[in-house]
């Protein structure tokens, strides 16, 4: 199971950090992605963290604000985001599976991932 939480609201160029704990049999994890989500559009992957080599990756649309980061001994997953703008807004979700598969690949179709986390509200006011 994972848990996201941290979000909140945050004026233009703030900050928050997202954190996703997993829980139970976490063991067999690959990795941890965080997606965003706006109403009436797709989940679209934001970061992510492979464990089996920590690579990390961003979108293009990140890159230089958004930092993901882990902590084995909490099983947890963090997600610093600096310089937040409006655009930035939406529901923020934490997902992995047990199936390996290239972070490049898990960012562009969350579909992909089987295990998911109740997601956390992330509101950017201009």
């Known amino acids: 199971q994972l848990q996201a939480s941290g979000g909140g609201l945050v004026q233009t160029g703030g900050s928050l950090r997202l954190s996703c704990v997993a829980s139970?049999?976490?063991?067999?994890?690959?990795?941890i992605s965080w997606f965003r989500q706006v109403p009436g559009k797709e989940r679209e992957g934001v970061a992510c963290?492979?464990?089996?080599?920590?690579?990390?990756y961003y979108v293009d649309r990140v890159k230089g604000r958004f930092t993901i980061s882990r902590d084995k001994d909490k099983a947890t997953v963090y997600l610093q985001t600096n310089s937040l703008k409006p655009d930035d807004t939406g529901v923020y979700y934490c997902?992995?599976?047990?199936?390996?598969?290239?972070?490049?690949?898990?960012?562009?179709?969350?579909?992909?991932?089987?295990?998911w986390g109740k997601g956390t509200l992330v509101t950017v006011s201009s």
């Open positions: 997902a992995t599976d047990t199936v390996p598969s290239p972070c490049q690949v898990v960012l562009r179709d969350y579909r992909g991932l089987d295990i």
């Open positions: 963290f492979s464990f089996g080599d920590d690579k990390k």
């Open positions: 139970g049999s976490n063991s067999n994890y690959v990795g």
